[in-house]
C-alpha cells in the first residue's frame, strides 16, 4: 500500500466507536481477543471482525500462541497519522504567528 | 452531537485523500470553492460535496460573501482529534518507560 491509501484506512479504522475502545484498551496493555470482547455487548466474532480492519490498517498487531491471540497496538499506523495531523497542525500554527506578528 | 459521534465523523471525513488534500491546502490559508476545486479532476459539485462532509465534521467552516464561498480551517475539529490521539499515545509512552525502567 503506498502512503496515501494507508492513512485512508487508518482514518476509516477509527470512524468507529468500538475500534477506537479497543484501541484505547490496548494502549493500556496487551490483550487476549476473549478480553477485549467482555465489555463489548457483541459476539467474539463481531469483535475479531473489527480486530481484523485494526490490524490492516496497521494500528493493531496480533499473535496466535497455542490457543490464544494475543493483541497490542503497532505504533506505526498511529505515527503515521499522527505526522501527517501534526504537519497540518504546524502549517497553520505558522500562519497564526504571522498573522499575530502583522497585528502585534 | 456527543463527543464519541463527533470523532466518528471527524476520522470519517479524513479517510479519503481528496478532503485530506483539501485540508492540507485550507491548512496555508483560505480559500474560494473554485480556488480549491482547481487542482482536482472533478466537477465543482463533487468538491462541494466534500466540503459539506468536512464541513459536517468540524473540520472547515465556509461563509458566503455575495457570491463567493470562502473556505478555511476549523480548528476545534482538528484539536478534539488530536486530543484522543495524544491521549492513547501519552498512556502507551508511559508503559514503554515503565517497561525500560524495569529492563534499564
Redo the contacts between chains.
Sequence with gaps: MTP?QC??????A????TR?AI??RL???EASVTELAEPFAMSLAAVMQHLQILEDSGLVRTEKLGRVRTCS?D?AG?AA??R??RD??S??DR?LDRLGDLLG
Tied chains: 1, 2.
Design positions: 496515501p492513512l485512508d484506512t487508518t482514518f476509516a477509527l470512524a468507529d466507536p477506537r484501541l484505547a494502549a493500556s496493555g497496538v505504533p498511529l497519522m499522527e501527517w495531523v497540518r497542525r502549517i497553520w500562519r
